[in-house]
């Protein structure tokens, strides 16, 4: 199993770009989660989704948008990217399938983001 | 509602002494707790959890946490800290099995050889 993967793992944008940061996840899990690592905040959650069709707000979601395209896959968006946007940004997903635990979070190695 | 206050951005022990690092949540329900560990340049990795029963839980790398609840405190501990301990570490709370899971801002740990 590779767990949570998450592409690109850096990347530089300038201010005005867009792009989308991809998660999939293999443990069959029904929730996934965004957050956001900025240095003295700890986590933030963006957007997470529950189930694969819905999605619901976090802290902080102005600024993003996401899909959950499928059980496995669930990406992040950002239209218009600022440099209020530059950090780390990880996937999480939790709940069931193979890891037979609902409520612990299995998390990915992170997306290092800078806007310029 | 759920919240969680790490005591301490920073904390530095010499490697052999003991680490201790404190942890108070306030949840309207009764609360699932972890402690994860990030290294650097990796994700977050779960080093223990107190869901019920048990108020003294083990995890990996010799760690344990007991679960206070007149203290309202989680706190984790290792009897001797190693150089490998150097990381970040985070504690977090749920309100249950598929509550979200809310995160302190986290307390980095320093070992001093």
């Known amino acids: 199993n590779a767990g949570v993967t998450q592409t690109p793992k850096f990347q530089v944008l300038k201010t005005g770009q867009s792009m989308t940061l991809q998660c999939a996840q293999d443990?069959?899990?029904?929730?996934m989660y965004w957050y956001r690592q900025d240095p003295g905040m700890g986590l933030r959650l963006i957007y997470y989704?529950?189930?694969?069709?819905?999605?619901d707000k976090g802290e902080v979601p102005n600024g993003y948008n996401v899909s959950r395209l499928n059980k496995r896959e669930f990406s992040l968006r950002l239209e218009s990217a600022a440099p209020s946007q530059t950090s780390v940004y990880f996937c999480?997903?939790?709940?069931?399938?193979?890891?037979?635990?609902?409520?612990?979070?299995?998390f990915g190695p992170g997306t290092r983001l800078t806007v310029t | 509602a759920q919240s969680v206050t790490q005591l301490g951005s920073h904390v530095s022990v010499s490697e052999g002494a003991l680490v201790l690092l404190r942890c108070n949540y306030s949840?309207?329900?009764?609360?699932?707790l972890f402690w994860y560990v990030q290294y650097p340049n990796q994700g977050l990795q779960l080093l223990l959890k107190?869901?019920?029963?048990?108020?003294l839980v083990k995890g990996i790398n010799g760690f344990e946490a007991e679960f206070k609840k007149s203290e309202t405190s989680f706190h984790l501990t290792k009897p001797s800290a190693h150089m490998s301990d150097a990381a970040e570490y985070f504690c977090a709370v749920s309100g249950g099995w598929d509550d979200k899971i809310i995160f302190g801002k986290g307390t980095r740990l320093h070992i001093l050889p």
């Open positions: 443990m069959n899990h029904n929730s």
């Open positions: 107190y869901t019920t029963g048990a108020t």
């Open positions: 999480a997903s939790s709940g069931g399938g193979t890891t037979l635990v609902y409520y612990e979070q299995y």
């Open positions: 989704s529950a189930s694969e069709g819905t999605t």
């Open positions: 949840s309207s329900v009764p609360p699932y």
